[in-house]
């Protein structure tokens, strides 16, 4: 069974700009939990879609959202990049929403200039 | 808020020796459990999970123990091998699929 697949794996951008990211869970999985990953703050939640809607979000301003599809593919965005939007994002699904097994994806790397 | 604690950053080990890494969580709420070994350029990967009503799991070389009293969580890996040196994270989950990750311990392993 393939795992989490994030696109693309790098980007570089530049404050002010936008992007976006995309994730495709494993087949099956109906959740998908979005983290940054930084060396200063380590691994932080950022949201969790479940069946197209947003279950949990965590302490991130409104400049980061998401939204997830019909086939449980999803992505997010950033908005008026920051330098400190720096990061590894990385993308988690599971089964169902509360207390399963959490896969992680390989990340994007997001480079903000 | 929440906060997941790790007692030491980094840890080195003579291959073949027994690891054992360390982690304090705060949140009495939280139900789930989850190691996670990252390494370089990765992901984190899916070690082992335990719920709160079990004490100890076991997996393959790795076993996770859970003290409730004390708000305490370790992993233990048998005959560590070079091919576990990495960054190792403990999360808690106390709903949903959100989960609080560690600041994570570096594990060497020295052949």
């Known amino acids: 069974k393939a795992g989490v697949t994030q696109t693309p794996r790098y980007l570089i951008k530049t404050r002010g700009q936008q992007v976006t990211l995309s994730c495709s869970p494993i087949s099956g999985h109906r959740s998908v939990s979005w983290y940054q990953q930084t060396p200063g703050q380590g691994l932080q939640f950022l949201f969790e879609?479940?069946?197209?809607?947003?279950?949990n979000k965590g302490n991130f301003p409104g400049r980061f959202s998401g939204r997830q599809f019909s086939n449980s593919r999803s992505e997010m965005n950033v908005s008026t990049l920051e330098l400190g939007d720096s990061a590894l994002y990385l993308c988690?699904?599971?089964?169902?929403?509360?207390?399963?097994?959490?896969?992680f994806g390989p990340g994007t790397r997001l480079t903000v200039t | 808020g929440e906060s997941v604690g790790l007692h030491l950053p980094t840890l080195s080990v003579q291959e073949g020796d027994n690891s054992i890494i360390n982690c304090a969580y705060s949140?009495?709420?939280?139900?789930?459990f989850i190691w996670y070994k990252q390494e370089s350029g990765k992901g984190p990967q899916f070690i082992i999970d335990?719920?709160?009503?079990?004490d100890k799991r076991q997996g393959q070389r790795v076993t996770v123990l859970l003290n409730k009293t004390v708000k305490h969580l370790s992993l233990q890996i048998a005959a560590t091998q070079p091919g576990d040196s990495a960054v190792y994270f403990c999360?808690?989950?106390?709903?949903?699929?959100?989960?609080?990750f560690g600041t994570g311990t570096s594990l060497t392993v020295i052949p």
């Open positions: 988690a699904s599971s089964l169902g929403s509360g207390g399963y097994e959490q896969y």
């Open positions: 999360a808690e989950n106390t709903g949903g699929n959100q989960f609080y």
């Open positions: 879609y479940f069946s197209e809607t947003q279950r």
């Open positions: 949140n009495s709420a939280s139900d789930y």
């Open positions: 335990i719920r709160s009503n079990m």
